[in-house]
Nanobody, 127 residues
């Protein structure tokens, strides 16, 4: 079992940045592919970014490519999402997720590939 706890959300003006963190506990963090998803009010949860367990290949949704950066620190059991140049449409609850089965791109965009989820952290971007 893996427990995931997100932090770092908040209110920011358009054009600003935030860094989200997700701390994992319970199993060998470095074995898991990690993903970030988001869900805006009235919309389905959607893929944002993912980072493989090794050697740390990264993948992004087109909507965030070049603005967001996903990274991981296996020594700290933590995955990060650095978000820059934020837009009002980035407003959502952001969720961290862990995949234990070594799913490959492009299947990493699908929610069902992830076995563990955090509770989410709210990001609000004002215009």
């Amino acid at each position: 079992q893996v427990q995931l706890v997100e932090s770092g959300g908040g209110l920011v003006q358009a054009g600003g940045g935030l860094q989200l963190s997700c701390v994992a506990s319970g199993r060998t963090f470095s074995d898991y592919t990690m993903g970030w998803f988001r869900q805006a009010p009235g919309k389905e949860r959607e893929f944002v970014a993912a980072i493989s367990w090794s050697p740390g290949a990264t993948y992004y949704a087109d909507s965030v490519k070049s603005r967001f950066t996903i990274s991981r620190d296996n020594a700290k059991n933590t995955v990060y999402l650095q978000m820059n140049s934020l837009k009002p449409e980035d407003t959502a609850v952001y969720y961290c997720a862990a995949d234990r089965d070594g799913s490959r791109w492009p299947r990493l965009v699908f929610l069902v590939e992830y076995e563990y989820w955090g509770q989410g952290t709210q990001v609000t971007v004002s215009s």
